[in-house]
């Protein structure tokens, strides 16, 4: 098959849909089949993009991100006569979709789309409550993970020894992350803790925000931000830090970080939301929190208790191993792309 896969943002960039889309890119091409990768971020001029599309001439069209390349993709495979189809991400379903000025795009996306990807049953869920014409389309592909490393003594280099317990969050500064919630219970925790040390990973995606979580952490000496990072250096990361955290105030499904992390076998602490839900099973592989009080009690346990980090840790590395196999994503990404190519009618209404 030759498939095009476009994109919102990709390599170099370590954004969630830019981890997505490279995995399952590389999964595919493993198969022989011959990828192509869009994004928008890689064109000067985003009038440039039908034209490369064309000169691929691809068999399908699949995008990433509703409201950002979902009317691209529905658009020129209709025009080109291959099927659409688009994945749903967090920012679609949980944002955009009940935005007034953002919705009816991307509804019409949703509805002009072949076929549709979401990666948990709760999301297929929430888009059928919306739009209840879209059952029938939608299929549910789980995340998987692809984690390669760069080796580095990282604590060595952040002036750290394994006396210090690092609560990691590698996400970009944007408000959905909820980045500076955590900021307040770490340093009253650190004030009782000595050898609490946070670490942040990440591209400012919004200015605002990160001029706050910036901010913030200038009063902190325990605290610290690495900037944009590689992805093979955030999984290097893993193999040294003691917990990784996820503060989000919604997901689409699956946290990349989170899948990651367990994959390494460590622990995790993550908000108590729908997405985070769908991979967590609180007090078994991995801790959950509610509240900023929540979120102090669960953190305090986690610094007080190595052996219950190191339990979570191997507990969420068996679910991984265990349910997430990335031969079973590829599968079902090949085995929708033949439904949709075998149904024949070039998609979108």
Not at 299 to 325: M, N, S, T
Request: proline fraction near 5%; charge should be negative; aromatic fraction near 8%.
């Amino acid at each position: 098959m030759r498939i095009a896969l476009i994109t919102p943002y990709y390599y170099p960039s370590v954004r969630g849909n830019a981890v997505t889309v490279g995995r399952i890119a590389a999964g595919l091409r493993k198969r022989g089949h011959q990828v192509e990768v869009f994004s928008l971020d890689a064109f000067e001029n985003p009038r440039d993009i039908p034209s490369a599309i064309r000169v691929f001439d691809p068999d399908l069209m699949h995008g990433f991100h509703a409201f950002m390349t979902g009317e691209l993709a529905v658009t020129e495979a209709k025009a080109d006569g291959v099927p659409p189809l688009v994945t749903i991400t967090g920012t679609d379903v949980n944002i955009d979709l009940f935005h007034p000025e953002r919705r009816e795009r991307v509804v019409d996306v949703l509805v002009r789309a072949q076929g549709l990807i979401v990666f948990h049953e709760s999301i297929r869920n929430k888009l059928l409550r919306e739009v209840p014409d879209l059952d029938g389309k939608i299929r549910v592909i789980r995340q998987t993970v692809a984690c390669g490393e760069k080796t580095d003594n990282y604590r060595a280099r952040w002036g750290l020894d394994s006396q210090h317990v690092i609560f990691f969050f590698p996400a970009g500064i944007r408000s959905v992350k909820n980045l500076l919630f955590c900021v307040p219970p770490l340093s009253r925790l650190q004030a009782r803790h000595r050898g609490v040390r946070a670490v942040y990973a990440g591209p400012i995606v919004e200015e605002e925000e990160g001029r706050r979580l910036l901010s913030l952490l200038a009063d902190n000496g325990w605290a610290r931000y690495l900037g944009a990072v590689p992805h093979e250096e955030i999984c290097s990361m893993l193999r040294v830090v003691d917990v990784v955290v996820n503060s989000s105030l919604s997901e689409g499904g699956m946290s990349n970080s989170l899948l990651e992390a367990m994959s390494r076998g460590v622990a995790v602490l993550a908000s108590d939301i729908e997405g985070n839900r769908s991979i967590i099973v609180d007090e078994v592989d991995g801790l959950l929190f509610a509240s900023e009080e929540d979120f102090e009690r669960q953190a305090e346990r986690l610094v007080l208790d190595p052996d219950l980090r190191r339990h979570l840790g191997k507990q969420g590395q068996a679910k991984i191993e265990r349910e997430f196999p990335r031969e079973r994503e590829i599968d079902a990404y090949e085995e929708f792309y033949r439904d949709l190519l075998g149904a024949g009618d070039g998609g979108g209404a």
